[in-house]
């Protein structure tokens, strides 16, 4: 029984592990300040639940979550939290939906330093993989070369040379994977990586 809670436990880790992913605010090129440009960095990132931010500053910056209307205006008097200090602070992504960062240091927030944060649920992004168009196979009529004269050794015009089969068949590059697909591979692995730890705990 003990083992068997131990293992549970160990997928659930896995798993979650698997699904979570760490987005360094403003990295690799930027960080936590008022030079970076926040915006676009975050529209170059998926966000999802069970991600974490994680804001790296020095000890003249802060940060503040705030509503929609305070971001748009910088206004600091009203954070959703205490104001977070000590160079580096990790905020889980838990819900979909927006959230957004500013500066409290006065002047800070209105050169730049904010962010909008959205959180994407995965069944909304799993729809995108299913557009992609399907990857099709030639069918055997095609992969087949013609033989145009009778062969000494009829037994070897059975089947189809080399050289016709190559150009028909095509497989996806690793890069042109959706994050759908790359999300259910992880998962995948490491669901098999959870079930073979079972297997040898109860041996």
Same mark, same amino acid.
């Given at each position: #029984?003990?083992?068997?809670?131990?293992?549970?436990?160990?997928?659930?880790?896995?798993?979650?592990?698997?699904?979570?992913?760490?987005?360094?605010?403003?990295?690799?090129?930027? &960080?936590?300040?008022?030079?970076?440009?926040?915006?676009?960095?975050?529209?170059?990132?998926?966000?999802?639940?069970?991600?974490?931010?994680?804001?790296?500053?020095?000890?003249?910056?802060?940060?503040?979550?705030?509503?929609?209307?305070?971001?748009?205006?910088?206004?600091?008097?009203?954070?959703?939290?205490?104001?977070?200090?000590?160079?580096?602070?990790?905020?889980?992504?838990?819900?979909?939906?927006?959230?957004?960062?500013?500066?409290?240091?006065? &002047?800070?927030?209105?050169?730049? #330093?904010?962010?909008?944060?959205?959180?994407?649920?995965?069944?909304? %992004?799993?729809?995108?993989?299913?557009?992609?168009?399907?990857?099709?196979?030639?069918?055997?009529?095609? %992969?087949?070369?013609?033989?145009?004269?009778?062969?000494?050794?009829?037994?070897?015009?059975?089947?189809?040379?080399?050289?016709?089969?190559?150009?028909?068949?095509?497989?996806?590059?690793?890069?042109?994977?959706?994050?759908?697909?790359?999300?259910?591979?992880?998962?995948?692995?490491?669901?098999?990586?959870?079930?073979?730890?079972?297997?040898?705990?109860?041996?």
């Amino acid at each position: #029984m003990h083992r068997t809670l131990l293992s549970l436990a160990m997928i659930a880790m896995l798993i979650y592990m698997a699904k979570a992913a760490n987005h360094t605010v403003g990295a690799p090129n930027g &960080g936590w300040d008022q030079f970076t440009d926040l915006k676009t960095w975050a529209t170059s990132q998926t966000f999802s639940p069970a991600d974490n931010l994680f804001f790296q500053y020095g000890s003249f910056h802060n940060l503040l979550e705030v509503s929609k209307a305070d971001y748009d205006s910088c206004v600091t008097s009203n954070p959703l939290n205490p104001p977070y200090i000590g160079g580096l602070t990790v905020i889980p992504l838990t819900n979909p939906g927006k959230r957004y960062f500013i500066c409290g240091i006065p &002047g800070h927030c209105s050169a730049g #330093m904010k962010v909008e944060i959205n959180t994407i649920a995965a069944s909304v %992004l799993a729809p995108a993989a299913a557009q992609a168009p399907p990857q099709t196979l030639a069918t055997t009529s095609s %992969l087949v070369s013609p033989v145009s004269s009778p062969s000494p050794s009829p037994i070897f015009n059975t089947f189809p040379s080399v050289t016709a089969l190559s150009p028909a068949v095509s497989f996806p590059d690793s890069t042109t994977l959706s994050s759908a697909t790359k999300f259910s591979v992880t998962i995948g692995a490491t669901v098999g990586l959870a079930f073979l730890m079972v297997m040898l705990l109860n041996m």
